[in-house]
């Protein structure tokens, strides 16, 4: 791999792990996502510093130029990340039409026994 591929590499890595890191720091981002996006910056760290591994890998993917199976690797992160998110967003989007539903059921419940306690001092 070219020196100058390699730098712009690690400096890619670096930077997206001090943007996880400072996320993390200021509580913008969840620990179990940090993992996920500490995970695959680490792992572009690496093959972006062993190049040997990179060789490796590239070779047992039929890619003849090394650094393009690093972005191999950084796009199948990604996808990873994108179909587990995808996941939380379904997940989050079914939890708010229940409690949207659990919240239209309690007011009218509190409309019924406001009415019962208007007509009780009706009677009264």
Known sequence: ???KVQIVSIAASLG?????FEAVRRRNLLERYALLWL????VLLGLAVWQGALKTLASAMGVKYA???LFVVAFGFILVLLFHF??????LA?????LAQRV???EERLREVEGRKS???VLS
């Open 1 to 3: 791999m070219e020196l």
């Open 16 to 20: 997206v792990l001090a943007m996880v």
């Open 39 to 42: 995970t695959s910056g680490f």
């Open 67 to 69: 650094p393009n199976a």
């Open 86 to 91: 995808s996941l939380v967003v379904s997940r």
């Open 94 to 98: 079914d939890q708010s039409r229940v």
């Open 104 to 106: 239209a059921l309690l």
């Open 119 to 121: 007509d009780e001092h």
